[in-house]
């Protein structure tokens, strides 16, 4: 596949409706901002099945599976930083099969609590995503399990994008969507259908966890450190070959935000809106005020907030540190 089509993205939807929930796309209480003469909205996708929109990959990814045959009795196994782990055992349940989830060994508590509660076989290895990514192909070579991936796959990243035809026919007029991009997935599935209804992308990355930047810089993926306080969603060292061809169309806007803003605009989140969220969405709302993007004069936009898998004690941390 070269490009993820609207096509694909359609397929998902119809192939997962039903098993997932539709986003909420609130109008947003400004706040600090009411100065700016824009509309936000926001996308609140960490009310979404297991905490994030990696629910709709995972259930796309499996029932493609099933209906061709190719489920197989092993069950499927994942490498994640956390949240994909969490959707792929959860879907598996769902349809009786077992599910092998590897992560690095600094995973968030809370994350490796939830996946044993999913009744996941859960394997710490490595420092990082990479490493717990070559654990699981050996893995899947010995055992036979079918091999899904956190957001390199076609039917992941399709899966993902149903988020963005949600959002459109809540906010049909919309004219810019601002989202976080660790390794691509969800972002190659929104971008697929911002293209056809004329929206502009904002994909906003960390600056020291920034694979899709690295990627444009270079023409091709390449791998990139790691090291940002939202590396646990964000953490990806490559990004996907369909993120890359996604962010080559004009429409799209790669936008980098440094760690502190990620926590003050995380911890913004909490302190003047109660939403309790992981890095990943102080991420893309920090992208909205970063000069790398300034939104114009009456421009409607949405953030997507995603995923809700944090420990809210560190959002008195997150506070105090701004």
């Known amino acids: 596949m070269n490009e993820l089509s609207i096509a694909d993205v359609e397929a998902a939807s119809a192939r997962i409706a039903g098993r997932v929930r539709e986003v909420v796309v609130a109008r947003a209480d400004r706040g600090r901002d009411s100065a700016d003469d824009y509309e936000l909205h926001w996308a609140l ?10 629910a709709r990959g995972a259930q796309n990814f499996l029932l493609a599976h099933r209906d061709a045959g190719t489920l197989p009795r092993a069950g499927v196994t994942i490498a ?59 893995f899947s070579q010995q055992s036979g399990a079918l091999m899904s991936h956190a957001y390199d796959h076609p039917y992941v990243a399709a899966g993902a994008g149903t988020l963005m035809l949600e959002i459109l026919s809540r906010v049909p007029d919309l004219d810019t969507v601002v989202l976080s991009v660790g390794g691509g997935g969800l972002f190659a599935g929104v971008a697929a259908v ?16 920034h694979a899709l930047r690295a990627a ?21 060292r490559r990004a996907s ?43 893309a709302w920090a992208g ?12 409607k936009i949405c ?14 941390v997150d506070s105090r540190a701004r």
């Open 80 to 138: 994640s930083g956390g949240n994909a782990g969490l959707a792929c055992a959860w879907a598996a349940r769902q349809h009786g099969v077992p599910a092998t989830v590897f992560l690095p060994t600094g995973a968030p508590a809370v994350k490796v609590d939830r996946l044993r509660a999913y009744e996941a076989d859960v394997r710490l290895t490595g420092s990082e995503y990479a490493e717990a990514q070559a654990a699981c192909a050996e």
């Open 241 to 283: 070959q369909l993120a890359l061809w996604a962010a080559r169309h004009g429409d799209v806007r790669s936008v980098l935000v440094p760690d502190h803003e990620i926590v003050t605009a995380r911890a913004r989140l909490w302190d003047e809106h109660r939403l309790v969220v992981e890095h990943a969405a102080g991420t």
């Open 194 to 209: 911002a293209r056809e209804h004329g929206v502009r992308v904002v994909a906003v990355e960390p600056e020291n966890s």
């Open 216 to 236: 444009l810089e270079a023409g091709r993926p390449v791998d990139v450190e790691v090291e940002s306080v939202a590396a646990d969603s964000l953490g990806a």
């Open 45 to 54: 996708e960490f009310m979404q099945h297991t905490g994030t929109f990696k």
């Open 303 to 316: 953030v997507v907030l995603c995923g809700a898998n944090t420990d809210p004690a560190s959002l008195g």
């Open 288 to 299: 909205l005020s970063s000069p790398g993007y300034l939104p114009g004069t009456g421009e």
